[in-house]
Nanobody, 126 residues
Framework: VQLQVSGGGLVQSGESLRLSCAAS????????LGWFRQAPGKERDVVAA????????YYATSVKGRFTISRDNAKNTMYLQITSLNAEDTAVYYC????????????????????WGQGTQVTVSS
């Protein structure tokens, strides 16, 4: 199984960016997916998640309204569209996959993720 993350880089504050996570070696539609980020000196946190069908999403409070998660099961790819980037978005961004949940309660996006991508650095300069 491989999750290949792409799309990071150095951007100016206020600009937009789209990250991609291309999966191989797994039945993509059987997995819920998440985007995580880890800033220097901080823990890795989930910023957005999407269920297997794309019909249910989660966003961390800090990114609501600026981040949009989506997936294309036909292309085995997940995306994270980020707008209005600011310095606090500077981090390494990871994608991850976990076996799809049986039910989608309040914390469905949490739990153990089975597979992780390698991460991509996003640096926002002011």
């Amino acid at each position: 199984v491989q999750l290949q993350v792409s799309g990071g880089g150095l951007v100016q504050s206020g600009e937009s960016l789209r990250l991609s996570c291309a999966a191989s070696g797994l039945t993509f539609s059987r997995y819920d997916l998440g985007w995580f980020r880890q800033a220097p000196g901080k823990e890795r946190d989930v910023v957005a998640a999407i269920n297997w069908s794309g019909g249910i999403t989660y966003y961390a409070t800090s990114v609501k309204g600026r981040f949009t998660i989506s997936r294309d099961n036909a292309k085995n790819t997940m995306y994270l569209q980020i707008t209005s980037l600011n310095a606090e978005d500077t981090a390494v961004y990871y994608c991850a996959a976990k076996t799809r949940s049986r039910a989608y309660g309040n914390n469905w996006y949490a739990g153990v993720y089975d597979y992780w991508g390698q991460g991509t650095q996003v640096t926002v300069s002011s």
